[in-house]
Nanobody, 125 residues
């Protein structure tokens, strides 16, 4: 049984930074592709960043490249998203997600089987 809990969201001014965490419980964290998604009110959920198991290669949506950094601590079974130079359009509920073991590691929503409950990030101008 896989369970994930996000934390670290809140309100921040434009240009500021926030770090989100996702605590994972269950089996084989180290072998899973992990990712962050977000959903703004009235919009579809979109992929933000993903990170491979092992060496931890990463993939980012164009909208966050150079501003967001995804990382993972395999000892703590925790996924992170460090967000900087935040913009009002980054306001959304942020979700962490886990794939089944194996497979590619993109930010395609249908590839991910397990989801956290989300943490809200609000960026004011």
């Amino acid at each position: 049984q896989v369970h994930m809990v996000e934390s670290g969201g809140g309100s921040v001014q434009a240009g500021g930074s926030v770090r989100l965490s996702c605590a994972f419980s269950g089996n084989n964290y180290n072998g899973r592709c992990m990712a962050w998604f977000r959903q703004a009110p009235g919009q579809e959920r979109e992929g933000v960043a993903s990170i491979y198991p092992g060496f931890g290669s990463t993939f980012y949506a164009d909208s966050v490249k150079g501003r967001f950094t995804v990382s993972r601590d395999n000892t703590k079974k925790t996924l992170y998203l460090h967000m900087s130079s935040l913009k009002p359009e980054d306001t959304a509920m942020y979700y962490c997600a886990a794939r089944q073991v194996g497979g590619a590691c993109s930010i395609r929503e249908t590839d991910f089987l397990y989801w956290g409950q989300g943490t809200q990030v609000t960026v004011s101008s």
